[in-house]
């Protein structure tokens, strides 16, 4: 089993930043691939980034030059650093794990493991 549990969510004003944090614990070598989903009141929960083992990176369009995702292995610590937010990135951002490389990242099925997500507002 693998543990997640994001942290750094919270209420910025557009233009603003905000960096998640996402600890995993137990069998963490399990995770060949990380995510960042988010999900807004009454839309679909939707992929925002993943990160390979090997370090290579996958972007949402509608986040691609405001976001960055990185991890730390020595503390088992994935990162979401969000930067010019917009009032569009309000949703609760969940952590996801999965055993397979990144190739379909946005696929919610093929995670095998979620956190228990951090609420981000963003007002105008």
């Known amino acids: 089993q693998v543990q997640l549990v994001e942290s750094g969510g919270g209420s910025v004003q557009a233009g603003g930043s905000l960096r998640l944090s996402c600890v995993a614990s137990?069998?963490?070598?399990?995770?060949?691939?990380m995510g960042w989903f988010r999900q807004a009141p009454g839309k679909e929960r939707e992929g925002v980034a993943a990160?390979?083992?090997?370090?290579?990176?996958s972007y949402a369009d509608s986040v691609k030059g405001r976001f960055t995702i990185s991890k730390d292995n020595a503390k088992n610590t994935l990162y979401l650093q969000m930067d010019s937010l917009k009032p569009g990135d309000t949703a609760m951002y969940y952590c996801?794990?999965?055993?397979?490389?990144?190739?379909?990242?946005?696929?919610?099925?093929?995670?095998?493991?979620w956190g228990q997500g951090t609420q981000v507002t963003v007002s105008s």
């Open positions: 996801a794990a999965r055993s397979l490389p990144c190739g379909t990242w946005y696929r919610q099925n093929e995670y095998n493991y």
């Open positions: 137990g069998y963490t070598d399990r995770s060949y691939c």
């Open positions: 990160i390979n083992r090997d370090g290579s990176t």
